[in-house]
């Protein structure tokens, strides 16, 4: 299985500024989130980018985007996000394909970029693979949680056998515990997901229930049952930029990750030292 497309989705009204917000990335230099994303793309060696957009959001996400061949899809209304990944199907066709959040960053160890891994054992196994990252319950309202097994012989591969939309901490207690993960930590995606296009046949029936009512997870957890479908556990960390100062923590983790590390830290360390003072005095002044 050759993966050659990716589909990025940026439509949701309540995100759908935040590709666009800028950050100095690893190396140093300002970007828009949109970019830092097509660059993970790219080091996957990708070069078919779909984005699906909000409507007359495309003239923004092109000069974010630069000199970049994207296709962009407009979804009609704000009919969620199962419906937006859904509608990319005529550009997906019959292809397998790479899928990101727009409203996520992901930070690799060392530099790293995330999207090789991931690719290379979708390939391997030529099946769907979805990213995943151990997760405290206390954050599973944000995520959704697999459930399966580890594969043998494999330390961050697992076979998937369901899947919930942000579980409660008893759902998951029930349904999702994976032998040798910590007490109190779920296998949550991590935003990444490389999927066979039987995931959109699945979305495109449950969308005609009710474009409400449908969901990536739901439509994941089906095609568990269908066919096999994996995850791998990854070690690098992800970024909800949509979260209460995401956009604060994901530029930290670039800064800290990057080659202005020593800069980064000592300013961090300058500023704790100020606060740490302003904190006394206010204190002996009271």
Known sequence: MKIRKAVVTAAGRNQRTLPL???????????????????????????????????GDQESYAEAAGDRNIRFIEQPGPLGYAHALFCARDYVKDDPFFHLVGDHLYVGKNGHTCAPHLLRAAEAESCSVSAVQPTRETLLSRYGTI??????????????ETVIEKPTPTEAEQSLVISGLRAGYYLCFFGMHVLTPGVLEILGRQLEAGPKTATLSSALAELARREQYLALEQASRRYDLGAKYGLLHAQLALALSGSEREEVLAQLLDLVALSTADTREIGQSA
């Not at 190396?27 to 828009?32: F, I």
């Not at 459930?147 to 494999?154: C, E, N």
């Open 147 to 160: 459930g399966g097994q580890r594969i043998l012989g494999k330390q961050d591969l697992y076979r998937i």
């Open 21 to 55: 917000q800028t950050l100095v990335d690893r190396d140093g230099r300002q970007k828009p989130v949109l970019r830092i994303i097509l660059d993970e793309i790219q080091a996957a060696r990708i070069d078919e980018v779909c984005i699906v957009v909000a409507p």
